[in-house]
């Protein structure tokens, strides 16, 4: 395995490879940047077919958390962690401690949080070997649950979306087709019910979707049809790569904006769905009420603070739409360039500052 010519390598600053075997312990810490701040990232804990399968991984998601953080306007560079494991049969105390240590050898350059696999009941058990970690309820610390404040940001930048692509200022009457119905998709469909958007929902729990349709009378669609329905909105809160050479062409919705990470299954669809006239919210941008949250969390935000951060969502999104439109770029590529400029104007400051 040759690190630096992998695919998916993009200087990133730090790739560390840890392996314990008596707690049976096997991860790996990518650093893509810290420019803008100690880099920070869920640990995923996942059964990847191998070391290769799992490079690959952490490093899209950590060079993916460079991008969401900067677009965030937040203090922090971009990591990931991934432990090699099925999270169901080989969590252990021992071996979430290990990883903590793992944790602590980088000295704060990556702070810890939550993503697949990891559940809130591990996170005080990492936090006993380390200190670098956030995105859990801690006493004395505003909330760690990141879901509602996702689920608001996604809602302010669908709003954003629907009044640039539809011209309206309210969710009032237009039809959003919902894909996943977890923390985020569940609350993205109460905000929308309760400003009387009329909804259709789809989800492989369904319990969940039972529970849609009590409480906001939506109609239901199948796992496979939701992405193709007729709506304005199609709101993409469950798995990446929805948006790809099978779906794009049989969209029916005008505007594209959901929580679900990397929802382009290649990034140049971005510019197909342009070339169709849908209005793609990018994912990274959409979705960082949660990093939100764990930043507060790192720098003692206030509710309040994180909640101003987070409703500036639909501000940024609304900057990337006019740019998009002035540059005739897809909404991705702009994404990305502005997050670029973030993180090179950062760059710049403390090289003059020195």
Not at 116 to 128: L, N, Q, S, T
Not at 284 to 294: D, F, L, P, Q
Request: proline share 4%; glycine share 12%.
């Amino acid at each position: 395995m040759d690190v630096f010519n992998a695919p998916d390598f993009d200087a990133h600053e730090v790739v560390a490879f840890f392996h314990d075997k008596k707690a049976g312990l096997k991860c790996i810490i990518a650093v893509h940047s810290t420019a803008l701040g100690p880099a920070c990232g869920g640990t995923r804990v996942y059964p990847y077919a191998g070391a290769d399968a799992a490079l690959t991984d952490v490093l899209r998601l950590s060079r993916g958390m460079t991008y969401k953080n900067a677009i965030a306007d937040l203090p922090l560079g971009g990591g990931k962690a991934v432990i090699i494991g099925d999270p169901a049969r080989d969590k252990s105390e021992a071996r979430l401690l290990a990883y903590a240590e793992a944790v602590n050898t980088l000295g704060g350059r990556y702070i810890t949080a939550m993503d697949v696999g990891i559940k809130p009941a591990d996170m005080p058990v990492i936090a006993r070997g380390t200190k670098y970690i956030a995105g859990y309820d801690q006493p004395g610390k505003t909330g760690g649950d990141s879901g509602p404040t996702t689920a608001l940001g996604v809602f302010v930048g669908l709003k954003a979306a629907a009044k640039h692509r539809l011209g309206v200022d309210t969710a009032k009457g237009l039809t959003v087709a919902i894909q996943g119905l977890g923390k985020v998709g569940m609350g993205v469909a109460k905000r929308l019910h309760e400003e009387e958007a009329k909804l259709i929902v789809a989800d492989v729990n369904e319990d969940l979707v039972r529970r849609a349709v009590d409480a906001f009378g939506a109609r239901v669609a199948s796992p496979d049809d939701i992405l193709t329905v007729e709506c304005d909105v199609l709101s993409p809160n469950a798995m990446g790569a929805i948006l790809n050479e099978n779906t794009i062409p049989r969209l029916l919705a005008r505007v594209v904006a959901g929580g679900a990470n990397n929802q382009l299954a290649r990034d140049e669809q971005g510019a197909i769905l342009a070339e169709r006239g849908i209005l793609y919210a990018p994912d990274y941008a959409i979705n960082g009420g949660g990093i939100i949250r764990v930043a507060g969390q790192i720098f003692g935000w206030d509710d309040k603070e994180i909640e101003r951060r987070t409703l500036a969502i639909a501000d940024t999104l609304a900057v990337i739409f006019r740019r998009a439109d002035d540059e005739k770029k897809p909404t991705n590529v702009v994404a990305d360039a502005m997050a670029e400029e973030r993180i090179a104007g950062k760059r710049n400051t403390t090289r003059v500052a020195k």
